[in-house]
């Protein structure tokens, strides 16, 4: 049984267990919600993102910029994969 | 070993529980609405109170027979009027049509910012659900209205303003919520129909919990705005809840954050 190393960072698997539970979530609340630095999340969303896990949209609220992030198909089904996984590690021990 | 792997069951499940906690923080955000409403009680009270006293200027001037007060009360009137329709325009301009929405928005920029955005979508809202909306919002006025004339002409005691009240709110409140707000907002919201009808049953049951006299008029809005604004109140807290405890299940202790 394989676990997905870039979802099995815990850090990153709490990205994807926050955004699995809501429709799109932006970069503040990630950064206020995980207390991480601005450069290890940047670089944690662009580990998911290459991975396909994660969609981002960039856009402006009045002249601040503003990103959204949204789990994509893969990323869901690569999320439940993964659980799947653990749980059954987690019962063959 | 044994210790170590029970201590990573315990974290997993309480990891499986991120979702849960994320969607009932973004379902519960309700402070935008409580700034909302006391925006629009605040602006309520403000318009009274310039429309009144011209108002209450004039009615004394030409009772008293002083036409100078009078005519005087009624200027102010007419000034305030048109003041009044002139904000209105402006504002509307900038925040209706298109742009229906945005004042919420930058409220909510105001207070979520540095917290944060998480949303979850409406619904889809067929043409069919969009026009039962509407038709059910112009019943509504209509019986609102006409509930308040035959309490002030007299035809309904003012005991009963309340619960004839909740007979058009309480189910246009849960049609709402089942059917054009869920699955955005929480179940928590239903509290104001249920308050709001237990107030009327209590009324019924023969509670005097009513205005009376000139007061009577208090009936529709203090309680219709009173227990939504202690529903929102009650919901709002309960997103604080769920944002602290989904703060504590995500926290990471001693593991990597970075990257690679």
Redesign the interface.
């Known amino acids: 049984m394989e676990i997905d190393k870039i979802i099995h ?3 990153r ?2 990205i994807m ?2 955004l ?18 601005k450069g ?1 999340l ?3 969303m ?2 998911l993102e290459q991975a396909g896990y994660v969609e981002i949209f960039k856009n402006f ?1 009045g002249k601040i910029p503003h990103t959204v992030y949204r789990l994509t198909k893969t990323g869901k089904t690569a999320l439940s994969k993964y ?1 799947k996984s ?1 749980d059954e590690i ?1 019962k063959s ?1 | 070993m044994t210790n170590s ?1 029970n201590k990573k ?1 315990v974290q ?1 499940k309480d ?2 529980e ?6 009932k923080y ?1 379902q519960n955000r309700t402070l935008t609405i409580l700034v909302l409403m006391a925006m629009v009680m605040l602006f309520g009270l403000f318009v009274a109170v310039l429309v009144g006293f011209p108002l209450a200027l004039a009615v004394i001037g030409f009772r008293k027979g002083n036409m100078i007060l009078g005519c005087v009360g009624i200027a102010v009137l007419v000034a305030v009027l048109v003041a009044i329709v002139k904000f209105m325009i402006i504002f509307l301009s900038k925040f209706g049509g298109k742009n229906r929405g945005l004042i919420d ?1 930058l409220i909510e ?1 105001r207070i979520y ?9 409406l619904p889809k809202i067929t043409k069919k659900m969009r026009g039962l909306d509407y038709i059910l919002g112009a019943i509504g006025l209509i019986y609102i209205v006409e509930v308040n004339h035959l309490c002030m002409v007299g035809y309904i005691t003012f005991k009963y303003q309340q619960p004839l009240m909740a007979l058009f709110f309480v189910p246009a409140f849960v049609f709402e919520y089942f059917f054009l707000q869920r699955p955005k907002v929480g179940h928590l919201v239903l509290l104001w129909p249920i308050l709001y009808a237990i107030h009327a049953i209590l009324i019924l049951a023969g509670v005097p919990i009513f205005f009376t006299g000139n007061l009577g008029i208090l009936n529709m809005p203090v309680p219709l705005i009173g227990y939504a604004f202690l529903a929102y109140m009650i919901v709002h807290l309960y997103s604080r809840y769920a ?1 602290k405890k ?2 504590r299940i ?3 202790e001693g ?6």
């Open positions: 960072e815990p850090a698997l709490r267990m926050i699995s539970g809501v429709d799109e979530v932006d970069f503040s609340f990630l950064l206020s919600t995980l207390e991480m630095t290890n940047s670089s944690h662009d580990r609220n659980w653990i987690r021990i | 792997l069951a997993s990891i499986k991120i979702p849960k906690w994320t969607r973004a928005q920029l910012g540095k917290e944060g955005t998480t949303s979850i979508s944002l989904l703060k995500t926290h990471l593991d990597t954050t970075d990257g690679d």
